[in-house]
């Protein structure tokens, strides 16, 4: 059974940068059948998607975010990682990662499962 | 991007009774080449991170009771519960898969009356 796992630093000062790893377990993170990604929820509000990544390297992100987002993927670790710069109390939130189903063949995108359990990050002086 | 908007944000249903949820896409999520509508389903209990409930609009992910039904085509959506259950009481969000950026709606509460 896949498992996801968020970790990184819970508290980040403004205008710094975030930097988050999420460690695969119970299956490969080089399946051509994924993106791995990034999702995150704001305290109390609803699920913004912030970028995935395949093993291969194609990588999507969302506009809104794209100047400040990297997402980079260690297959050897079996993890990918999240940074985004410059933080502000408005990228205070739950940080998921998750697995985004893939069609190989058609190209067809797809939906987000599993989940991981999320990690809270708080950004404050 | 494509907006998705759930209604109602909240509400409330006895146990044993009918939810019914709406999502509407700015544009339809219908494609063409394959009849496929591009919509996925969750739902999140508090303090865990949200679980597919559905996808391709009306495919139920494996183990989820059948009392969870989706619907809909296009640009209109539904997510019916039957006969909610205490377990149920979660929030629920829809969330489009047909074009970059991928974006859920707002969510919507289902309590208990």
């Known amino acids: 059974q896949l498992q996801l796992q968020e970790s990184g630093p819970g508290l980040v000062k403004p205008s710094q940068s975030l930097f988050l790893t999420c460690t695969v377990s119970?299956?490969?993170?080089?399946?051509?059948?994924?993106?791995w990604a990034w999702i995150r929820q704001p305290p109390g509000k609803g699920l913004e998607w912030i970028g995935d990544?395949?093993?291969?390297?194609?990588?999507y992100y969302n506009p809104s975010l794209k100047s400040r987002v990297t997402i980079f993927v260690d297959t050897s670790k079996n993890q990918f990682s999240l940074g985004l710069t410059f933080v502000t109390a408005a990228d205070t939130a739950v940080y998921y990662c998750?697995?985004?189903?893939?069609?190989?063949?058609?190209?067809?995108?797809?939906?987000?499962?599993?989940w991981g359990q999320g990690t809270l990050v708080t950004v404050s002086s | 991007d494509i907006v998705m908007t759930q209604s109602p944000d909240s509400l409330a249903v006895s146990l044993g009774e009918r939810a019914t949820i709406s999502c509407k896409s700015s544009?339809?999520?219908?494609?063409?080449?394959?009849?496929?509508?591009?919509l996925a389903w969750y739902q999140q209990k508090p303090g865990q991170p949200p679980k597919l409930l559905i996808y391709w609009a009306s495919t139920r992910e494996s183990g989820v009771p059948d009392r969870f039904t989706g619907g809909g085509s296009g640009t209109d959506f539904t997510l019916t519960i039957n006969s909610l259950q205490t377990e149920d009481v979660a929030v629920y969000y829809c969330?489009?898969?047909?074009?970059?950026?991928?974006?859920f709606g707002q969510g919507t509460r289902v309590e208990l009356k």
């Open positions: 998750a697995r985004r189903h893939h069609d190989i063949v058609t190209g067809s995108h797809k939906w987000f499962d599993p």
């Open positions: 119970g299956g490969s993170i080089s399946s051509s059948d994924y993106y």
């Open positions: 544009q339809s999520i219908l494609f063409s080449s394959d009849n496929n509508n591009y």
């Open positions: 969330q489009q898969y047909f074009y970059t950026p991928w974006t």
């Open positions: 990544i395949h093993y291969s390297g194609s990588v």
